[in-house]
């Protein structure tokens, strides 16, 4: 008969290196991209005093890069939006840092407020509007980098993440 007091273990675990995996430099599963843009997220200090508005268009600016992915941060006034669009071949993790942003999808819309992530992959549609009275800014997650965002035509009920600037993206 086996009970816990059974159970003994030799030795301690955490010395046998070659149970234990390396911990990993850049981001590999869809958890630790959710987990960068948290610890991104987190830091104000990296981006805060990055930060502009734009009256115009959607600001944004290119935080980091690592293999095959890039960290974008984008700011909306009052009104601004994305369209519908999608990332291409990219899978994101987009993360609400300041103010609200509401995501139109076909499946419909869904404000989203400080802290919150939508992780979405290639060809998800949708369109992302500040719908306030105050700005907000965003943390976006690409993998692989943005290199193309699809624009749909608007009776395609889908928005959400901003996107990050390529020669063929529109911010």
């Given amino acids: 008969m086996n009970s816990d007091s059974d159970l003994q273990i030799a030795g301690d675990i955490l010395e046998v290196p070659h149970l234990l995996q390396p911990p990993r430099e850049h981001p590999a599963t869809v958890a630790e991209f959710a987990g960068l843009a948290r610890s991104v997220a987190a830091d104000r200090s990296q981006w805060q005093h ?30 601004q939006d994305s369209g519908p669009h999608d990332h291409g071949p990219s899978s994101g993790v987009m993360t609400v840092l300041d103010g609200t942003l509401t995501e139109r999808t076909e499946d419909g819309t869904h404000a989203w407020g400080p802290g919150a992530q939508r992780v979405f992959a290639p060809g998800y549609v949708h369109e992302v509007v500040n719908d306030t009275l105050e700005p907000a800014v965003s943390l976006h997650v690409y993998y692989p980098g943005l290199t193309e965002m699809t624009m749909h035509a608007a009776h395609c009920t889908a928005t959400a993440a901003p996107h990050a600037p390529a020669d063929t993206v529109t911010t």
């Fill in 50 to 79: 990055l930060v502009r508005y734009d009256a115009t268009t959607r600001w944004y600016h290119r935080l980091r890069t690592g293999p095959g992915y890039e960290v974008w941060l984008l700011s909306w006034l009052p009104g």
